[in-house]
Nanobody, 120 residues
Framework: VQLQASGGGSVQAGGSLRLSCTPSEPISGTVDMNWYRQAPGKLREMVAGITSGGSTNYLDSVKGRFTISRDNAKNTVYLQMNNLKPEDTAVYYC???????????????WGQGTQVTVSS
């Protein structure tokens, strides 16, 4: 399974972008979807996550600005990013954490990353 992320780009501070992530094939099992980001010289951090049941969680610094959602019919997860700030500049990665119900824990799949650049 490969995750295909899109929607990155360059915007000015205060602007908006919408990221999308779609798996190359349907994923069976219980799938939690997450967005991570990594800025130059920094560790990768989780920005937002949504469980198979629709529960969401966010990094404190993006609360109120970013919204994660999923369309189960399309197997797609979105990250709507509003009021972007220069500190949001990073490569954004989508992640699928899959429980196949085999008692072997979670399997992680990653997208290729999409660059988001916010200028002041």
């Amino acid at each position: 399974v490969q995750l295909q992320a899109s929607g990155g780009g360059s915007v000015q501070a205060g602007g908006s972008l919408r990221l999308s992530c779609t798996p190359s094939e349907p994923i069976s099992g219980t799938v939690d979807m997450n967005w991570y980001r990594q800025a130059p010289g920094k560790l990768r951090e989780m920005v937002a996550g949504i469980t198979s049941g629709g529960s969401t969680n966010y990094l404190d610094s993006v609360k109120g600005r970013f919204t994660i959602s999923r369309d189960n019919a399309k197997n797609t997860v979105y990250l709507q990013m509003n009021n972007l700030k220069p500190e949001d500049t990073a490569v954004y990665y989508c992640n699928a954490a899959v429980d196949y119900g085999l008692g072997t824990g979670l399997y992680d799949y990653w997208g290729q990353g999409t660059q988001v650049t916010v200028s002041s």
